[in-house]
């Protein structure tokens, strides 16, 4: 069965530096999120992207957040300068069309010292 | 008000009882409901995706929708050891195509055998 894939598994990065969260989506999905969740607490909604562009964003995707689709395949998320609140697990979710439900990968947790 | 309230447990029951878990919301706009299992450190696997009201029956599990109540609950029966877990209530609103999930806190679900 088809799976949404993330790499790395584990980040640990410094304070300030520039980290990139890689995710394959399910290869026919059209519809690609972003969400994280700090430990203990919710799941919580970053941006969605579709036709290469950003469709929707939250409070928390400020500058400091990119995302991109370079190839056919990969979506990344980029943090430009990690802060401490940045630690946390990070999920790439993919669907196929409008009104299906998401897929979620394994996550990326990544630790910010 | 929060938009998605979920007990966050933890719930403990013996093997082969039957499970409840329920969620509230406030959001008059969400059509689209999903439970999600989530084991410690993985990402959330989806369970059960219903649109509007109604019930949804697959295998062990039932999902139930009351749209006037704004109240939707999963039913484990016969439930397992391997059914510990997190389980996640989460929802969303037809308003564009790309909308995203909100998700409950997650009931902490323990099935002691």
């Given at each position: 069965e088809p799976e949404v894939t993330q790499t790395p598994s584990h980040q640990v990065t410094q304070m300030g530096q520039e980290v990139i969260l890689r995710c394959v989506p399910?290869?026919?999905?059209?519809y690609f999120y972003w969400y994280r969740q700090i430990l203990g607490q919710k799941v919580e909604f970053l941006v969605s992207f579709y036709n290469n562009e950003i469709s929707e964003k939250s409070e928390?995707?400020?500058?400091?957040f990119s995302v991109e689709r370079p190839d056919g395949s990969n979506f990344t998320l980029k943090i430009r300068s990690t802060k401490l609140e940045d630690s946390a697990m990070y999920f790439c979710a993919s669907r196929r069309l409008a009104g299906e439900t998401q897929y979620f990968g394994p996550g990326t947790r990544l630790l910010v010292l | 008000q929060k938009e998605v309230e979920q007990d966050p447990g933890p719930l403990s029951v013996p093997e082969g009882a039957i499970v409840s878990l329920n969620c509230t919301y406030?959001?008059?706009?969400?059509?689209y409901f999903m439970w999600y299992r989530q084991y410690s450190r993985k990402g959330p696997e989806l369970l059960m995706y219903t649109y509007s009201s109604g019930n949804k029956e697959d295998g062990r599990f039932t999902a139930q929708v009351d749209k006037s109540s704004k109240y939707i609950s999963l039913f484990i029966r016969d439930?397992?050891?391997?059914?510990?877990a997190t389980y996640l209530c989460a929802m969303s609103s037809?308003?564009?195509?790309?909308t995203p999930l909100v998700f409950g806190k997650g009931t902490r679900l323990s099935v002691i055998a």
């Open positions: 399910i290869s026919n999905h059209l928390i995707f400020d500058d400091q | 406030s959001n008059s706009a969400f059509q439930s397992q050891p391997s059914d510990s037809p308003r564009s195509g790309n």
